[in-house]
């Protein structure tokens, strides 16, 4: 069955980095599509970034714009977000979706606090 699974999200301070991982299984991996979401307490779920499945095109919300990346290793059937230059406002619960057909992850909880 399809499954993705987040990992490496965690407490860190303003200006900090963090990289989290989205390990897919269940479907061919490099045929799709992935994304970053992110939802914030009393918030709407948002994309926070893009990658198409070969990996040559990206983009970002600008909100991210120039501080994170989203990359992925299709023999490693992994999706990353590496975010630098955290903020506080960047604090919320991040999933990794296939974008079609969609399929959620469970998400992993990022929180940016002095």
């Known amino acids: 069955q399809v499954q993705l699974v987040e990992s490496g999200g965690g407490l860190v301070q303003p200006g900090g980095s963090l990289r989290l991982s989205c390990a897919a299984s269940g479907f061919t991996f490099s045929n799709f599509a992935m994304s970053w979401y992110r939802q914030a307490p009393g918030k709407e779920r948002e994309l926070v970034a893009h990658i198409t499945s070969s990996g040559v095109s990206t983009n970002y919300a600008d909100s991210v714009k120039g501080r994170f990346t989203i990359s992925r290793d299709n023999a490693k059937n992994t999706v990353y977000l590496q975010m630098n230059s955290l903020k506080p406002e960047d604090t919320a619960v991040y999933y990794c979706?296939?974008?079609?057909?969609?399929?959620w992850g469970q998400g992993t909880q990022v929180t940016v606090v002095s």
């Open positions: 979706k296939r974008v079609f057909p969609g399929f």
